[in-house]
């Protein structure tokens, strides 16, 4: 049984197969065909990727390491941090 779909349809249906956040960023927009629909769906990406490298940061963590040894009984510890 052979069924045919107007291409309005295949875009719901692939729409609907999207993940939420690109589904929901696609909600008030008219997509005419696939190739609009995948390049939409492109543009999103970039967009998003751009976002994530622009905010991304890495952590610095500086620690300090005290070892005592028995020999040591001065309790008196100075700490300087720049």
């Known amino acids: 049984m ?9 875009v719901k249906i692939a729409t609907m197969g999207l993940g939420f ?13 696939l190739a609009h629909l995948a390049e939409r769906v492109r543009q999103y990406k970039i967009e998003r990727n ?3 490298k622009s905010f991304s940061r890495k ?11 028995s020999e040591e009984s001065d309790f008196e510890i100075e700490v300087d941090l720049a």
Do not use: F, P, Q
């Open 59 to 69: 952590e610095i963590v500086r620690y300090v390491a005290m070892g005592s040894s």
């Open 50 to 52: 751009l976002k994530s």
């Open 2 to 10: 052979e069924e045919n779909y107007e291409e309005s349809e295949v």
């Open 21 to 33: 956040y690109i589904r929901r960023k696609l909600l008030n927009v008219h997509i005419s065909d």
